[in-house]
């Protein structure tokens, strides 16, 4: 009967896309688009740690694998290169460093922003990698390592407008990404451990938030937006890519940048998030960082300009 | 064979809907091989008691019994619910609207009930299917839908769906009503066959003339009650009751 | 006609010479060319907005085939998410036909909680709420209650179709004669017996149109899935659109793309629904004999309406929400 024939169909289709999913599936967060093989060097620090233990650290070590997550769209610090299938970015090259000192391989995985700063991973990946700047509010969910760099941050406006000051950007809109340190600066809120920032922007500006800085940018472009406020390396990077907007000034401020576990992840972070912060200054002294910064920035950011 | 047998008893029977007390004390008995009639005006009560014996209805009060199995009306237990299942098994029933299902043909609606309810085996139970429909004249439309069939078909392959099941008594709920007058005499003659045949009927119709010819007995509903019964002769003939009368004459 | 008697104003007969002219040439143009006309006019509005906004047709042709792989997740998730639905949706429909209050309520529960908040806080309450209740679980539930994206996704969107399913079930349950149900008892079967025999297969002609708009509907919704951070394996059309966008800043010209793409995947399915509601209409509709004189729609057409309502005679009545379109006249 023909009816049967298209019931037969539709079970079989539901099979097989249930066994496409089983054979596909990966249980943490999204899964990793595809691991980067560390070449293990000398034996990683996991070879001096009790795999025994019930901390984080002894998890990824008996793991085998460090589950970094990382932001697949956010060049030049990780970007996912289709055409290869490989990461590729400032954050990816400290990542994968990170692990190979550990002696551990790499995972990727690609959560949302919000979802990575707001903490509670339910152990879903163990380390963020992503340029996350150290504010007070975030230390309250994460344990912050080191940092590993510093980024300026600082103010583009469209090309060739008349606002060439701080102050003309009085009354002004300003496009911000949401939850991000330049929207809790512009607000004068940013609360950075050991650093206070000098306010230089008129607090009367007009503060438009953002999923991400990319749409902030294109909003300046089709002029929705008089200036926008981010990252120095991701405002050059626009302005490499084509897009007609000028540098405003100086860097307003400087945010420390680290990588950070989960406070409340279901083993303890601290052993884990100190190996980490020992190996970060390791990078530093033997120039590691330096080097990946001249790569990726033609500039060395890894020196705290705070002194 | 005991032709003295009450296949189907009623006793005392009351059915309301809400405020409105339809059926208001009937009590009926019906013997093997025998074919009863059940006239009378609308919302006299007669479909109700019909619909009453195999429960598609529930009794507000009395009981009924088919085949030995006695029940009356109120909550359905599970285990009322399977009595009242097996009491349906025993009865068959041809519906005004005929009630064919309309994604089968009418060989599967024949075989429907053996198959499903009692489990046969598709062969045998084919091979059934055929011979009933032989019976009510339809073999070459074995393979049809309801869709292509007309309204006299339809009823006669239903009559073979609720024969395929044995049961003890047929009951029919006014099974022409709905037919074009053509079409009546085709489901009329399938039923004189099946009534000559020796099976146990209750008709509930407005055909006097089937009454007239084939009814052993029948019975005048009134406002709810039995009025008057007896045999076509004496209700025809010898009316008793000047409601009866009046019907008739309106109905003749 | 009739004598030259004074009428009252507004019985004089309306004459409009322009559109009178107008209806005369068009009647000579055959029915399919007019349709074509239409969508061609359409398209063209669309290509002539294309090119007012200055896509780089450079940058979408390089990285369109980038943003259109990813339509198995799309298509997949949909597919999963709705034979969920459509077990959910069956289970619900039958509590809010059953007597018993149990059923009955957590039926109603359901249907009103998932159709009471918004998709997206569903999803992400499966996502993070169902996840941090694992970890304080601990244990097993840990392992169970973590759950990916693409799980989470399909979870939300199953219980959330199912929902809004039920009521479509529902009406298709009820629609069927209660005559049937009253045959199939007098035969003496079960409850089970009734639904599976005769009720449900009655009720799955009326309920197939309205689930397949659900379907077309949730091929769409699958990309909120994306939202909650799939990784690049499991990306779908959006996903891969919203990240290429946004590193090169060419975030409209990669929407525009997966646009598109999700636009021919609901053409396919739309045909392909079409085929299976004519397959279902046999043994509700005459096929003898030619198509109506009336009905000269093609039916090869996007947005005609699929052929199996020809023929006079008998059909049963049965609600056709989306194609029920009556034949043009004349």
């Keep these: 009967m023909r009816k049967s024939t298209i019931k037969l169909g539709f079970v079989l289709l539901a ?137 300026p941050a600082g103010i583009a406006v469209q090309k060739g407008s008349p606002i060439t000051s701080f102050d003309q950007l009085s009354g002004k809109s300003i496009g911000v990404c949401g939850a991000c340190t330049y929207e809790y600066y512009l607000e004068r809120k940013l609360d950075i451990p050991g650093y206070t920032p000098t306010y230089v922007i008129p607090q009367d500006v007009k503060i438009v938030t953002y999923d991400t800085d990319s749409t902030a940018i294109q909003d300046l472009v089709l002029g929705r937006l008089d200036a926008v406020m981010s990252a120095v390396p991701t405002l050059q990077a626009a302005i490499d890519k084509g897009k007609p907007i000028q540098l405003l000034g100086d860097p307003v401020f400087y945010e420390p940048l680290a990588a950070a576990a989960d406070k409340s992840a279901p083993e303890d972070p601290t052993s884990f998030i100190q190996a980490v912060s020992d190996i970060i200054t390791q990078m530093h002294q033997d120039g590691t960082l330096t080097q990946l910064s001249m790569k990726w920035y033609k500039t060395d950011l890894t020196v705290n300009p705070l002194g | ?151 006299g078909q339809q009823q006669r392959v239903a009559i073979a769906r609720a024969l395929a099941m044995e049961p003890k008594v047929m009951l029919f709920d006014e099974p022409t009503s709905a037919l074009d007058p053509e079409l009546i005499g085709e489901v009329l003659a399938v039923m004189r066959d099946l009534a000559m045949g020796g099976m146990t009927m209750i008709v509930v119709t407005h055909e006097m003339g089937f009454a007239r010819e084939v009814a052993h007995r029948m019975l005048f509903f009134n406002d709810g009650i039995i009025l008057e019964e007896g045999t076509p002769k004496e209700i025809f003939e010898n009316t008793r009751h000047v409601e009866t009368r009046k019907f008739l004459d309106a109905v003749l | 006609m009739g004598a030259e008697t004074a009428r009252p104003p507004g019985l004089e007969p309306r004459r409009h010479p322009f559109w009178d002219r107008v209806e005369a040439i068009g009647l000579r143009i055959p029915y399919t060319v007019k349709l074509v006309a239409v969508w061609v006019a359409l398209f063209l509005v669309l290509a002539l907005a294309f090119a007012g906004a200055h896509f780089d047709t450079a940058w979408m042709r390089a990285n369109a085939w980038f943003i259109i792989r990813g339509v198995w997740v799309t298509v997949f998730i949909a597919v999963v998410s709705i034979i969920f639905s459509i077990i959910l949706a069956l289970l619900g429909a039958l509590g809010r036909l059953s007597k018993n209050p149990v059923p009955y309520g957590l039926a109603g529960f359901y249907t009103s909680f998932f159709r009471g908040t918004p998709l997206i806080v569903q999803l992400y309450l499966w996502y993070l709420g169902l996840a941090q209740i694992g970890v304080n679980l601990g244990g097993v539930w840990k392992t169970y209650f973590v759950l990916s994206a693409v799980q989470a996704g399909i979870l939300g969107l199953s219980l959330n179709y199912g929902a809004y399913m039920t009521e479509i079930f529902r009406a298709g349950i009820q629609s069927v004669p209660h005559g049937q149900s009253e045959a199939a008892e007098a035969l003496g079967m079960t409850y089970r017996q009734r639904m599976r025999r005769v009720v449900l297969p009655q009720a799955f002609r009326v309920i197939v149109p309205p689930t397949g708009n659900e379907f077309i509907a949730m091929m769409k919704d699958t990309a909120l899935v994306s939202l909650l951070g799939t990784s690049i394996a499991w990306a779908d059309p959006f996903r891969r659109a919203t990240l290429l966008g946004r590193a090169d800043f060419r975030s409209l010209e990669a929407l525009v793309v997966a646009a598109v793409m999700y636009w021919v995947l609901t053409g396919v399915f739309s045909f392909f629904q079409r085929k299976l509601e004519n397959r279902l209409a046999k043994g509700y509709v005459r096929t003898s004999g030619a198509p109506a004189p009336k009905d000269r729609r093609p039916r090869f057409l996007p947005g005609s309406a699929g052929g199996g309502q020809g023929g006079g005679g008998m059909m049963v009545e049965i609600p056709e929400p989306d194609t029920g379109r009556e034949a043009p006249p004349g």
């Design chain 2, 1 to 151: 064979m005991t032709g003295n047998q009450a296949v189907v008893r009623v006793e005392n029977l009351h059915k309301s809907f809400g405020e409105l007390e339809v059926v208001r004390g009937v009590s009926m008995e019906v013997h093997q091989g025998e074919v009863v009639v059940m006239f009378g005006r609308s919302g006299a009560g007669k479909s109700t008691v019909l619909r009453c014996i195999n429960f598609l209805e529930d009794p507000t009060s009395g009981w009924v019994e088919v085949d030995g199995i006695r029940l009356t009306g109120g909550h359905r237990t599970r285990a009322k619910r399977e009595q009242i299942r097996q009491l349906r098994i025993r009865t068959g029933m041809v519906f005004q609207s005929f009630n064919l299902f309309p994604h089968m043909t009418a060989l599967e609606n024949v075989i429907e009930g053996p198959v499903t309810v009692k489990g046969m085996a598709p062969e045998p139970a084919k091979e059934l299917g055929m011979r009933l429909l032989e019976r009510v004249g339809l073999a070459d439309k074995a393979e049809e839908y309801p869709i292509r069939l007309s309204g």
């Design chain 1, 15 to 151: 099979a097989f896309t249930l066994v496409a999913a089983a054979c596909s599936k990966s249980k943490s967060g999204g899964g990793g688009g595809g691991t980067a093989a560390s070449t293990p060097a000398a034996t990683g620090m996991c070879a001096t740690v009790d795999q025994n233990g019930t901390d984080l650290l002894a998890a990824v070590c008996r793991a085998g694998v460090l589950r970094v997550a990382t932001d697949p769209a956010y060049p030049p610090q990780s970007s996912y290169d289709e055409t290869t299938g490989t990461w590729q970015g400032f954050d990816i090259d400290v990542a994968t460093d990170i692990a190979k000192r550990l002696g551990v391989q790499v995972k990727w995985v690609t959560p949302a922003w919000d979802v990575i700063t707001a903490g509670h991973w339910s152990g879903r990946w163990d380390l963020s990698v992503g340029s996350m700047t150290i504010t007070a509010e975030r230390a309250q969910v994460l344990d912050f390592s080191t940092p590993y760099y510093y980024t």
